[in-house]
């Protein structure tokens, strides 16, 4: 057994439980114990390491990121969603090759490691990508995902061609048997995605009994063009073809009234909120105080480098409360608990993992950063700890991480990824 000693430790639990100068035990890969110290944990440990008053969370989960688009970082700014997708992003991602997109995954694994993101959910353009070297590279770095591969109506291939493609794919992934890397069903949109495919990749889910992963409601544009092509908004859409009868994940939720947030809360949809790319795209304020209000799991998303420009959570975490805050007009909304916890737990809700992963209690996964405040100066007072985690910290503070009971960052360094 190894224990950790004399940290600060957020867990992030239902009760929001605060541990300072506590210890943290581990046993192969769950927690065994968490709390103030203990003398009968001590004598136990095969290992004790001494972090001399470093402040210990769970790892943060990335609920919608592009982990192959970090090859197109930087490639187009100030433009809008449909403008930016169409003329820049699906031209380049067309010329992707299983190299380019292998590197751009690793160094996203990197850079994700080293903010602290231990888990994500990705949804990648079939383009060019190897799925054996992906996973090859996600076990290697010893993260928790999601991998799946988007579907498109396009001229180039039919309904079922899609479909036969990404079934093969799914139960490849299914077939490595691996509980760190699954698969959803991700069909991108449904500007983007004809209706036939749209209700054959709902089947594909129903039969493989995975979830759903789908941008849904992210610009009044694409309510725009829905209600043109269907007469009715994204969601009403949507809840006719059955998705949100269906486990899923859906990306944005930027263009949501009230009537549809009360229907979300009823189902069994989770919404991955990305507040930079949103913004950055001009895209909206997606209604998060009112979809938590509601009942409905709510967790935070980079989305994809070239919409962000970083996979940095924490910074990802702060403008989320800013924006709540500011949309609201009121300064108590999106607390520092409320934030924290979407960053962790609410994110692992999102992906069905609140049982194994996103707080640090007995019985779940060993998955933590660590952060030495000592000698940053913008981390100081140091027992303004709750306030820095949401407010002042940066990905580079993030010193360690642990996944598992394993370590995978020292000081800042990946040990499990090789670019």
Known sequence: MKVFQHVNIVTCDQDFHVYLDGILAVKESQIVYVGQ???EILKQANQIIDYQGAW???GLVNCHTHSAMTGLRGIRDDSNLHEWLEDYIWPAEAEFTPEMTTKAVKEALTEMLQSGTTTFNDMYNPNGVDIAEIYEAVKASKMRCYFSPTLFSSEAETTNETIARTRAVIETI??????????????????????????ASLDLAKEKNIPLHIHVAETQEESGIILKRYGKRPLAFLDELGYLDHKAVFAHGVELNEAEITRLADSQVAIAHNPISNLKLASGIAPVVQLQKAGVAVGIATDSVASNNNLDMFEEGRTAALLQKMKSGDASQFPIETALKALTIEGAKVLG??????????????????????????????????????YAVKSSDVDDVYIGGEQVVNDGHVLTVSL
């Open 37 to 39: 110290e203990n003398q």
């Open 56 to 58: 210990i969370m769970p």
């Open 174 to 199: 299914k077939g490595y048997q691996d509980p760190k890397f699954k698969v959803m069903v991700a069909p991108h949109s449904l500007y983007s995605c004809n209706r036939e495919l749209l209700e």
């Open 353 to 390: 993992m609140e049982a194994e992963i996103g707080s640090l209690e007995v019985g779940k996964q060993a998955d933590f950063l660590v952060i030495q405040p000592q000698g940053k100066i913008h981390l100081q007072p140091q027992e303004n700890m709750l306030s820095h985690l949401v």
